[in-house]
């Protein structure tokens, strides 16, 4: 147990702000004070790098500055600008959650931690995030990153989830003492706990000679820092074999959309699914077109393969130009399909993986083949 009085937790905060101050990057959201802003970054942030996350950020404010423009936009819009950011749930419940704050709260974002943390998709992070930037609330906060410098400032001997009631209880501690320094300025601390995860605490070779916590550093006094954190025993990920078919009817070939919820949830997709253990590529196609779609298919071509990882899972996706047989089947209308051209993939919001298959062909061949 890491032990503290108010005068080496003072010292604590001294420190972590003068190299926050020296050394915190340049971000679209930092310094931000408007509360829907803060929200959507943070919403944007979790599980994912912030080079990643900046042009999707600006992209999105530029098309709804304020809230009212996300609970009244259309579902495929919002998608769309979405799209490639992944775990679309986030979005999901974020378009849910502006709808209740305009509805509810006259589009003004609850400062109370249970109205707030009762939104969809709002956690205890995001709560305490957004509370302690945006109100200056005292919420200590837990993300990768302080998971990360909490196990290895308390030397923590389990993985970081059973650690959690620990961490939060000490962090409280500092951000109390922090909000003394310099007037009630929480949001700052839990920002610079953050960044010191990110650039210095770093999950491999971490930076211990730059970090201005080192005093306070069990792991750092054993030298023990690579120790840390401990890892938690991890299934392996499941690989899928995935076929679909690109099936052509004239110029315009077939997609149809995911139900709402779910993963990848009101995405389009190409008609298709995973294929059985020992059965052949172009057997499982027809089986799950004719499934999914009524369609019975004839000449089978290969585009390609491509392989993608998510979160949970990982895939092979094997694509294939399709014809249909003519008279022997008719387009089921159990969910909603549409036959596009080509040239019209970038109006609506696909898996990445689907993507990466488009890349593999050509506009001009795709027409030649017709």
């Excluded at 609850?110 to 945006?134: M, Q, W």
């Excluded at 993985?159 to 501690?173: M, R």
């Excluded at 929480?186 to 990110?198: H, R, Y």
């Excluded at 999950?203 to 306070?216: A, G, M, R, S």
């Amino acid at each position: 147990m890491h032990n503290t009085n108010n005068k080496s937790d003072l010292s604590f905060s001294k420190n972590l702000l003068a190299w926050y101050q020296v050394n915190a990057r340049t971000l679209p959201w930092r310094g931000e004070k408007e509360p829907y802003k803060i929200w959507l970054s943070e919403v944007m942030l979790q599980q994912t790098q912030v080079e990643t996350v900046k042009p999707y950020y600006e992209k999105w404010l530029k098309k709804y500055p304020d809230i009212k423009y996300v609970a009244e936009a259309d579902e495929e819009l919002l998608l769309k600008t979405w799209e490639g950011l992944g775990y679309y749930s986030r979005r999901r419940n974020f378009h849910k959650a502006c709808k209740i704050v305009v509805d509810q709260f006259g589009g003004k974002i609850p400062n109370d931690l249970e109205k707030f943390r009762s939104l969809p998709g709002v956690g205890d992070y995001t709560a305490a995030a957004v509370l302690s930037i945006a109100f200056g609330e005292n919420y200590p906060l837990l993300d990768g990153n302080i998971n990360r410098v909490m196990s290895r400032l308390l030397a923590y001997e389990k993985p970081v989830k059973k650690g959690k009631s620990l961490f939060i209880g000490q962090l409280g501690k500092w951000i109390d003492v922090h909000s003394t320094l310099r007037g009630k300025c929480p949001g700052e601390f839990n920002q610079a706990m953050m960044e010191l995860g990110s650039l210095v605490c770093r999950k491999n070779q971490p930076h211990c000679f730059e970090c201005p916590l080192t005093d306070y550093c069990e792991a750092y006094k054993k030298r023990i820092t690579e120790k840390f954190p401990v890892k938690q025993e991890m299934k392996p990920r499941p690989h899928y074999t995935v076929v679909v078919g690109v099936i052509l009817k004239e110029d315009k070939f077939l997609i149809q959309k995911r139900p709402s919820s779910g993963h990848l949830g009101g995405l389009w997709e190409l008609p298709g699914g995973k294929v059985y253990n020992g059965e052949l590529l172009s057997h499982a196609l027809k089986r799950e077109i004719r499934e999914e779609t009524g369609l019975e298919l004839t000449k089978i071509d290969e585009i390609g393969k491509v392989d993608h990882a998510y979160s949970h899972f990982s895939i092979s996706l094997h694509g294939y130009l399709c014809r249909l047989e003519i008279g022997k089947s008719s387009l089921q209308k159990d969910i909603p399909r549409k036959w596009i051209y080509f040239s019209e993939i970038e109006k609506y919001p696909f898996p990445k993986a689907s993507h990466k298959l488009f890349k593999l062909m050509k506009p001009d061949s795709f027409t030649k083949s017709h």
